[in-house]
């Protein structure tokens, strides 16, 4: 196939495309220079908006591609999850377990059996209506002492622990220690050692603390967190699932746009005002999940899904804008058109 072919599709299909592709090709290049392809790309994705003398409608268009980029990636990474590895578990576990608290007897308390925590266990039908409890978080999986209480110097033991650690194989960060503040002269009274280490898709948190009620005498509490990082293939996945989503947004607000740019006033009014309105509904909650996006793409436990507070807090913000959203498609799929030449399909 002709190259200029692939890449003058960003072009809305019309005589505008075959014109550019008649006289771009008439030297008898078949292919665009690298340089030429990212300005074809950007006056086509232009093009597809139509209303050459507005910019107000590349402001919608951007918005609405940022809010479908990241339900794409939304959906992508949910289902990116589900071929993650798990938590470790038999002789892996075991082998962990020995490493953290060697010569005890031991427990493992995974939160949840799902890939999320949320302490209502939903169905997929109640999430869907509903969505998640406040608390949803990603699943992780706890290991300890069967008695909890571990005898000695939680100091001492973090130290060895740490050695442990790095003698198979993990990387040990430093030991951070924890206890309450003195608020009149911001003194942190310890009572406690929080060490995390990394090995493959596992981060793990071993926390020591003197302060639980009934730790017996000369003992402490100790647990050790285990929280899977993100999978390489899962994040890949995510973006090529926000880039799907920002595409069909792009598309769909062009098809609208030049479907019902000379339409009568009624009509335009129809698919401007519930745009502007939904948008105003769902733009902090996309910015705010993009973001926790990016900072979770830079690694480490993920802690919540990206997409946390469009499904909690603001989840009724989101049902009742993706309703208004549908006003526009309707109004330009049943009266765009009517004032002017059919407008072309966004192929």
Same mark, same amino acid.
């Given at each position: 196939?002709?190259?200029?072919?692939?890449?003058?599709?960003?072009?809305?299909?019309?005589?505008?495309?075959?014109?550019?592709?008649?006289?771009?090709?008439?030297?008898?290049?078949?292919?665009?220079?690298?340089?030429?392809?990212?300005?074809?790309?950007?006056?086509?994705?232009?093009?597809?908006?139509?209303?050459?003398?507005?910019?107000?409608?590349?402001?919608?268009?951007?918005?609405?591609?940022?809010?479908?980029?990241?339900?794409?990636?939304?959906?992508?990474?949910?289902?990116?999850?589900?071929?993650?590895?798990?938590? #470790?578990?038999?002789?892996?576990?075991?082998?962990?377990?020995?490493?953290?608290?060697?010569?005890?007897?031991?427990?493992?308390?995974?939160?949840?059996?799902?890939?999320?925590?949320?302490?209502?266990? #939903?169905?997929?039908?109640?999430?869907?209506?509903?969505?998640?409890?406040?608390?949803?978080?990603?699943?992780?999986?706890?290991? =300890?002492?069967?008695?909890?209480?571990?005898?000695?110097?939680?100091?001492?033991? @973090?130290?060895?622990?740490?050695?442990?650690?790095?003698?198979?194989?993990?990387?040990?960060?430093?030991?951070?220690?924890? =206890?309450?503040?003195?608020?009149?002269?911001?003194?942190?009274?310890?009572?406690?050692?929080?060490?995390?280490?990394?090995? =493959?898709?596992?981060?793990?948190?071993?926390?020591?603390? @003197?302060?639980?009620?009934?730790?017996?005498?000369?003992?402490?509490?100790?647990?050790?967190?285990?929280?899977?990082?993100?999978?390489?293939?899962?994040?890949?996945?995510?973006?090529?699932?926000?880039?799907?989503?920002?595409?069909?947004?792009?598309?769909? @607000?062009?098809?609208?746009?030049?479907?019902?740019?000379?339409?009568?006033?009624?009509?335009?009014?129809?698919?401007?005002? #519930?745009?502007?309105?939904?948008?105003?509904?769902?733009?902090?909650?996309?910015?705010? =999940?993009?973001?926790?996006?990016?900072?979770?793409?830079?690694?480490?436990?993920?802690?919540?899904?990206?997409?946390?507070?469009?499904?909690?807090?603001?989840?009724?913000?989101?049902?009742?804008?993706?309703?208004?959203?549908?006003? #526009?498609?309707?109004?330009?799929?049943?009266?765009?058109?009517?004032?002017?030449?059919?407008?072309?399909?966004?192929?």
């Amino acid at each position: 196939m002709n190259g200029y072919r692939v890449v003058l599709r960003a072009y809305p299909k019309g005589p505008r495309r075959e014109e550019l592709f008649d006289t771009l090709t008439e030297s008898g290049r078949t292919r665009p220079a690298l340089r030429e392809i990212p300005n074809l790309l950007r006056h086509g994705m232009r093009a597809r908006l139509g209303r050459p003398a507005g910019r107000g409608i590349v402001v919608i268009a951007v918005l609405i591609a940022l809010s479908t980029g990241l339900l794409g990636a939304a959906v992508a990474s949910r289902l990116a999850w589900e071929t993650a590895p798990d938590f #470790p578990h038999g002789a892996r576990l075991a082998a962990i377990q020995e490493t953290v608290f060697p010569g005890m007897r031991h427990r493992a308390e995974r939160d949840s059996d799902a890939l999320f925590l949320d302490i209502r266990e #939903p169905s997929v039908t109640e999430v869907l209506l509903h969505g998640h409890d406040e608390d949803v978080a990603f699943a992780t999986l706890a290991i =300890g002492p069967e008695d909890r209480f571990v005898r000695g110097d939680y100091r001492a033991w @973090t130290e060895t622990t740490a050695a442990r650690l790095a003698a198979s194989g993990w990387d040990v960060g430093p030991t951070v220690p924890t =206890g309450a503040t003195e608020i009149a002269t911001g003194r942190l009274m310890q009572d406690g050692t929080d060490l995390k280490a990394t090995r =493959g898709g596992i981060t793990m948190t071993v926390e020591a603390l @003197t302060s639980v009620v009934d730790t017996p005498p000369g003992s402490f509490e100790a647990t050790a967190t285990l929280e899977r990082r993100t999978p390489a293939h899962v994040s890949v996945l995510t973006w090529l699932g926000w880039l799907a989503g920002a595409l069909v947004g792009w598309l769909l @607000t062009g098809w609208v746009s030049r479907r019902t740019e000379h339409a009568s006033a009624g009509v335009r009014s129809l698919t401007r005002e #519930p745009a502007v309105v939904a948008l105003v509904l769902l733009t902090p909650l996309t910015l705010a =999940g993009t973001l926790i996006l990016l900072v979770q793409t830079a690694g480490g436990p993920p802690g919540v899904p990206f997409w946390f507070y469009s499904v909690t807090y603001g989840y009724g913000l989101t049902r009742i804008a993706a309703l208004i959203s549908l006003v #526009p498609v309707v109004a330009a799929a049943l009266c765009g058109g009517r004032d002017a030449a059919p407008a072309e399909a966004p192929s």
